[in-house]
Every structure is written in structure tokens, then in C-alpha cells.
């Protein structure tokens, strides 16, 4: 009996261990971190629409603390470039986001400034459907649900990120400084499944 515990809670671990490798991590900005974009760089949603962000995913978001910040607002302050009202406000200098839901994230520096050189992110999550494989960056599946970055910076009218899309479920656009790296880790699909089996496995063990 003292084996097959033993055996269960090994596997346990293991599949939790498993799901945590899961979550990609990305680096905005790259190397040059979050700022205001240079000149003829890409811009923060174009760096956004070539990659394919799954929940549990995180942004890592690197910026002088004495001098930036990020904030999560709605569409309409994301477009407006408010930073006087918001859903969350990061000044550690080295914030670390969870993207724990689908749908679309707004962000924005909290210098007024800086948000309207362009220093704005749209992160839109995909729902991973069950037993379907994960779309690879870059493919079509992972830019058809991207709102289209407008030469602005700011979200198109007519795109999903306008500001009637609910506040909660919106992200912010922004340009990534020259030579920025997508900082994107690896993902693994079906984690949640292989859990759940696991997990059962172990307790028959018992």
C-alpha cells in the first residue's frame, strides 16, 4: 500500500510540474524592454499578431520604475491614451502579468507621453478549444483574431478592440524598440487533460 501512494504522488507531481513548463513567457520589448518605440520599429501589436498567446501565458514588462509604468485599462482609455483611469496600475519596474482568461488585454504607459509615442499593447488570448492542437506563432490562427494595429498605433474603429468591447476583456497595442525579441517560451497542449488523468491515475493507486 505504502508503494502505490508512493507511486500516486509521484505522478501528481510530475503532471503539476508538467502544467507549470506549459506557460510561455514573453518578453515585451525584447531586449530594449517597455519604452517608447523607436523610430521605424515595429510596432507593439504587430509583434502581438505574430504570436499566439494562450492563458496562463505571461508578459514580462521591464521598464525604469522611476520613470514608466504599465497600466491595464478598457478600449476606450486605451485608445484615448487615459491615464487616469485604469484597471490595474505596475510600478515595480519588472512586472510580471498572468494572462488568466481569454479574450483581449489593453495596455498603456502611465505616462501620458510616452502612450501617445505609442508605448501601448494589444494581447488578445486564444481559448485552447479541448483535444485541439495549439496554432504555432505566425499562422493564421493566430493573427485572424488580432485586432489590426492602425499606423497610429491606436485600434481601428471598426476592429474587435474598439471601446464596446467589455473592459475587462481588452489589451493594449504598442511598438517594440528595434531588434525586440519575442521572448516566447514553450507551450504545451492538452496540459489540463494529461492532469486530470494523471491525477486519476494516482488516486486508483490508492
Known sequence: MSNHRSCGLVLACAALMAAVAGAAQYNVGGDSGWGVPGAGAESYNTWAEKTTFQVGDQ???????????VLLVAPADYNAC?????DKQFTDGNTVFDLDRAGAFFFISG?????????????????????????SQGSPAATATTPPSSP????PPNSPAAPNAPAGNSTPAKDAPPGAASGAGLTVAGLAGS???L???AMLAF
Open 82 to 86: 487615459n491615464t487616469n483611469t485604469y
Open 111 to 135: 505616462v501620458d507621453a510616452n502612450c501617445r509615442a505609442n508605448e501601448k499593447l494589444i494581447v488578445m488570448v486564444a481559448a485552447a478549444a479541448k483535444g485541439a492542437p495549439t496554432p
Open 59 to 69: 508578459l514580462v514588462f521591464v521598464y525604469p520604475k522611476d520613470k514608466d509604468s
Open 152 to 155: 497610429s498605433g491606436g485600434a
Open 195 to 197: 492532469f486530470v488523468a
Open 199 to 201: 491525477f486519476g491515475y
